[in-house]
């Protein structure tokens, strides 16, 4: 079955793909052109939990006011573009996506990431979103920390993408900063440890669940394809009949 039988086997019946992993691991990236390739949707969970903190520090919103961020969720008109060439980040009519990847927003995201009400109330937007877009005939890829076993761990496909940490740092601060010297490598490495530390204590995303596929990213490229191609032999070699992928 080549890319194109397979676009049309899912937007007859949909599919929904769940990714996992830390920062860095590669999570987006393989998202995207997974879900380019594929024909269908990409939501990136972790973008939506940078918009509330986003939300919150325009309008002065105390983090650590636990309650009030939770009813910033509810009301916070978010807006997301899924086209995964093209994904777009709104509030109302501000368009935020690339404010969201500021430093500042890295440093305050573990106080939003790690609140119970507001976990719970992304749980159920972001299961909303991927079941829509398959009962729409057409699907969604959706990575984050917890989408494999707590979003949607009915998912067609599960996936936890993991890589070494130096190999994480390096990603995360060309991804940053679009340069990996040693200073801004440390700035994010306390970043990224301190969030990976806060939100071990909410969710388990380094040990894959039962059921869960399990790829190392550690020295792939995506820019040869290699990661991408990795995560799609998962279930690349799948037929997806009326009923639904099954590897």
Request: charged share 25%; proline share 4%.
């Amino acid at each position: 079955m080549n890319d194109s039988m397979r676009q049309d086997a899912i937007s007859r019946v949909g599919i929904t793909i769940a990714i996992d992993g830390p920062a860095g691991s590669g999570k987006s990236t393989v998202s995207k052109a997974l879900a380019a390739r594929l024909g269908i949707g990409y939501l990136d969970t972790g973008a939506m939990y940078r918009a509330l903190t986003w939300y919150c520090l325009d309008r002065g919103i105390d983090l650590a006011n636990k309650a009030a961020v939770a009813a910033a969720a509810n009301e916070m008109p978010l807006r997301l573009v899924s086209d995964p060439s093209d994904p777009h980040v709104w509030v109302e009519e501000r368009e935020i996506t690339q404010e969201i990847r500021e430093p500042r927003i890295a440093l305050e995201i573990k106080h939003v990431s790690t609140n119970l009400d507001v976990r719970a109330w992304m749980a159920t937007e972001q299961r909303r979103r991927m079941m829509e877009a398959r009962e729409q005939g057409s699907g969604m890829i959706a990575e984050g920390r917890d989408i494999t076993t707590v979003v949607c761990p009915d998912a067609d496909v599960r996936i936890l993408l993991l890589a070494d940490q130096e190999a994480r740092l390096r990603r995360r601060t060309l991804e940053l900063y679009g340069d990996a010297t040693e200073e801004h490598m440390e700035i994010v490495r306390a970043q990224v440890e301190g969030r990976d530390k806060a939100d071990s204590a909410v969710s388990e995303f380094m040990v894959a669940a039962p059921g869960v596929a399990t790829v190392d990213s550690t020295g792939l490229d995506i820019g040869a394809h290699s990661c991408s191609a990795s995560v799609a032999g998962l279930f690349y070699p799948c037929e997806i009949p009326l009923g639904g992928c099954v590897p």
